[in-house]
């Protein structure tokens, strides 16, 4: 029984990171009907075969996937999609596995923005932005800002970051 429930746990999480994936880069959004059964499904199967442990283990989880990105989402770097995505693998694979997924995404997400930024040309322009933005930074005493203060009209395409998490999360899978 156990090891047919991990297989479903790992079903899960592949169906809900997939579907994710789809329809961010479609739709440019991360469903709350995927996500959230996704993370009730960790928390029952969780529960029912370690009982107490077994939901601590699937609620550190969850905490620890939607901590990990809640303050770049209220900087205005995320949406709430993508933060309750980590949150529901969080759920379904623990807390540990959920940090090996946002620290594969991170390392995906900056490779993925670097070929867009090659793919317009503009790799140059943004690190001259992103070197000023840092002087700016450290010259106003540590002035706590948001993301969403950047001049965004000069984009012309943003990264659905629910690929970043897809290709994270197969890197920590296969990673064991």
């Known amino acids: 029984m ?19 994936v789809y329809t961010d880069l479609k739709e440019r959004k991360i469903y709350n009907t995927v996500v959230i059964p996704a993370a009730l499904a960790g928390l029952i199967i969780h529960s029912v075969l370690s009982g107490l442990n077994g939901m601590l283990f699937s609620l550190k989880g969850l905490a ?7 303050i770049p989402y209220a900087l205005g770097g995320f ?8 949150g529901a693998i969080g759920a379904l694979k623990g807390a540990f596995f959920a940090f090996k997924v946002f620290l594969a995404t991170g390392i995906t997400g900056g490779i ?10 503009r790799l140059l322009s943004t690190l001259k932005r992103i070197g000023l933005s840092f002087y700016i930074f450290v010259g106003s005493v540590f002035k706590v800002n948001t993301l969403k203060s950047l001049d965004k009209a000069e984009f012309h395409e943003s990264l659905p970051y629910g690929l970043a998490i897809g290709i994270g999360s197969l890197i920590a899978y296969l990673v064991g």
């Open 112 to 121: 993925l923005a670097v070929l867009v930024l090659v793919k317009q040309k």
């Open 79 to 86: 949406g709430a999609g993508d933060v309750k995505l980590l």
């Open 64 to 70: 620890a996937g939607l901590g990990l990105l809640f």
């Open 2 to 20: 156990r090891f047919s429930a991990i297989y479903a746990v790992d079903v899960i999480m592949a169906a809900a990171v997939l579907i994710s």
